[in-house]
């Protein structure tokens, strides 16, 4: 009974363990906001939260030519926004993209983006520890965030 219970605290480790320190991030909530006819930018927002520090430092997308990271801020009652260089994740800690904050620029759209269809993100990750991760989702196009 005793040696039962040990295996299986050992196993439990062992799980939690192996699933602890491969740097996978965990993206939810995302979407992308759907374009009016003649923009020619468009904008994507997730969480994302991974088990290890790490910077997500290169975006693509199969619905633009160009991603970019930005942050918006508010500069004397202004709205701007500023391409940044990466997005820092704090192990554990869950980073928000959403509107009026941090969140991924689609440039040079090669269509409207329609309600109904999605885009294709792939994530690029540098972690604290020097490795890397990539991450692909699809990502579904709405008007605003619906749970
Ligand atoms: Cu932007």
Not at 1 to 9: D, E, F, G
Not at 23 to 39: M, Y
Not at 84 to 103: C, D, F, M, R, S
């Amino acid at each position: 009974m005793l040696l039962n219970r040990i295996v299986t605290v050992c196993l439990f480790a062992l799980i939690s363990l192996s699933s602890y320190a491969d740097g996978n991030v965990i993206v939810s909530k995302a979407w992308v906001k759907a374009t009016v006819p003649g923009q020619p930018v468009g904008a994507a927002y997730m969480r994302l939260q991974s088990d290890i520090d790490t910077k997500l430092v290169a975006v693509e997308n199969d619905a633009s030519d160009k991603t970019e990271m930005h942050s918006m801020t508010m500069n004397d009652g202004v709205m701007q926004m500023r391409a940044l260089e990466n997005i820092a994740l704090v192990a554990g800690k869950q980073t928000k993209l959403e509107p009026g904050g941090l969140h991924l620029m689609l440039l040079s759209l090669k269509k409207p983006l329609q309600v109904g269809e999605s885009v294709t993100f792939t994530l690029h990750f540098k972690n604290g520890n020097g490795s890397e991760n990539t991450t692909r989702i699809t990502v579904p196009i709405q008007t605003s965030y619906t749970e």
